[in-house]
Nanobody, 126 residues
Framework: QVQLVESGGGLVQAGGSLRLSCAAS????????MGWFRQAPGKEREFVAAISWSRGNIYYSDSVKGRFTISRDNAKITVYLQMNSLKPEDTAVYYC???????????????????WGQGTQVTVSS
């Protein structure tokens, strides 16, 4: 079992910044990768950013490249998402995800992950 605890969400004006964190606990030794996804009301959950744990390979969606930065803390098994130049279209519930199976290795896909955090609301006002 892996538990994911997120923090850092909130309300921010357009152009502002937020930093999300996600701490993993439990059987984290089997973690293959961690990622961030977001979901707006009435829309499907979409990929934001991900990092493979062993290699540190990083992936971003085109919509956040140059604005968001994903990073990790190997000792704490924690992943961060620094979000700069936020736009109203970034408004969504942001979810942290962990893959403990290491089978698919397509980090942009929802079904790559088997554990999810509770989600944290990010609201960007215009």
């Amino acid at each position: 079992q892996v538990q994911l605890v997120e923090s850092g969400g909130g309300l921010v004006q357009a152009g502002g910044s937020l930093r999300l964190s996600c701490a993993a606990s439990g059987r984290t030794f089997s973690t293959d990768g961690m990622g961030w996804f977001r979901q707006a009301p009435g829309k499907e959950r979409e990929f934001v950013a991900a990092i493979s744990w062993s290699r540190g390979n990083i992936y971003y969606s085109d919509s956040v490249k140059g604005r968001f930065t994903i990073s990790r803390d190997n000792a704490k098994i924690t992943v961060y998402l620094q979000m700069n130049s936020l736009k109203p279209e970034d408004t969504a519930v942001y979810y942290c995800a962990a893959d403990t199976q290491g089978i698919i290795h397509v980090y942009t896909r929802v079904n790559n992950y088997d554990y999810w955090g509770q989600g944290t609301q990010v609201t960007v006002s215009s």
